[in-house]
């Protein structure tokens, strides 16, 4: 054939005006996970080994199939789902999803425990003629998704790419979430989007990444997304009972937390100290109980202010020295102390 004929075969792209997707855009759009997962897309859940990710990721499936569960407090798009564990023993998802309540009574949950085959491209197939069948999915789990698509070398950008355009084709094939998991680094960086062991095309690919990480013995949770609110930093607890995890406080707020109490613990024993200074001296100077009191003095002369002002101590004007003392309490006060 021709350039010339290969020319006349080439067709334009096909066209939407903006006003089309306009008059088209629907309401309100929740998503298969509100705020989380879309209907049809592709996104990634990325951690390093023993963080939680296939447990994170069954608790997922039963939320979807039941419909009737939030998942992370997000309500939930009922459907079918199409599970691929390619790594971990059987058994373990059997108790799991006995544990977090499974009945099936709306939504079918597909099970696969099996070897993929050796070149990714059969498996893709494998995968799409399993889908042919099951025309109620609408969340596909990949855990993890190197065993599926076999990747010769996860650092190149074009090869990790175009595996995440296969998979986001497969999605939009048969309108459906496809969620995979992936290992993440041994060691994270500050941004933890590079976490993902190989290219960053694995981040760049997709809608939704979820990120799992460790700090101390706590779990952290995040998310980085196109669509919905991203999740800060967040603590991702584990109810060992019914073997579910739910959001905790954000790594934030813990952390402002854990400086209120200290402050305030330090407030309460910087006013018992200078409280015990005083009454064990007589009419000392700010210098003498500055000096007896460990701490700040920025922070030691704020709460000598504060325990003038609430009269619990008292201030006296000494030439140019400020004396302290003691305040005796009521008779009723000192009762109840």
Request: hydrophobic share 35%; net charge neutral.
């Given at each position: ?31 298969l ?77 597909y ?69 995979f ?48 609110i991203?999740?800060d ?31 305030r ?23 003498e ?49």
């Amino acid at each position: 054939m021709s350039e010339e004929t290969k020319s006349k075969n080439i067709k334009p792209f096909k066209l939407h005006t903006g006003l089309e997707l306009v008059n088209a855009a629907p309401e309100t759009y929740h998503g298969l996970v509100d705020e989380l997962l879309l209907d049809v897309g592709v996104s990634m859940l990325c951690g390093k080994p023993k963080t939680g990710k296939s447990t994170i990721l069954r608790q997922l499936a039963v939320c979807v199939a039941e419909g009737s569960i939030p998942f992370l407090g997000k309500p939930t798009h009922c459907g079918d789902v199409l599970y691929l564990n390619l790594e971990g023993p059987k058994g373990v998802v059997q108790q799991h999803f006995k544990k977090l309540g499974l009945t099936e009574k709306r939504g079918v949950i597909y099970f696969i425990h099996q070897n993929m085959p050796y070149r990714g491209e059969a498996g893709l197939q494998q995968l799409e003629a399993t889908l042919d069948v099951l025309p109620n999915v609408k969340l596909v789990i990949v855990d993890p998704v190197g065993k599926l698509v076999r990747l010769a070398d996860s650092d190149s950008y074009d090869e990790v790419t175009l595996a995440v355009e296969n998979l986001e084709q497969i999605a939009k094939k048969y309108s459906l979430h496809l969620l995979f998991s992936t290992h993440g680094k041994k060691r994270q960086g500050d941004d933890v989007g590079d976490s993902p062991i190989g290219s960053t095309g694995f981040r760049g690919g997709t809608d939704t990444n979820i990120f799992l990480g460790k700090q101390g013995t706590q779990r952290i949770i995040s998310t980085e997304q196109r669509w919905g609110i991203a999740m800060d930093p967040t603590l991702l607890k584990f109810d060992d009972k019914r073997q579910e995890m739910y959001l905790g406080m954000t790594v934030e707020a813990e952390e402002e937390q854990k400086q209120e109490h200290s402050d305030r613990k330090t407030t309460e024993r910087i006013e018992s100290d200078i409280l015990d200074f005083l009454s064990a001296e007589e009419n000392p100077t700010q210098g003498e109980v500055l000096k007896a009191v460990t701490g700040k003095n920025v922070k030691k002369l704020k709460i000598l202010e504060s325990l003038v002002g609430s009269g619990r101590i008292k201030l006296d004007q000494d030439g140019k020295a400020m004396r302290y003392s003691s305040v005796a309490l009521p008779t009723e006060e000192r009762k109840a102390a």
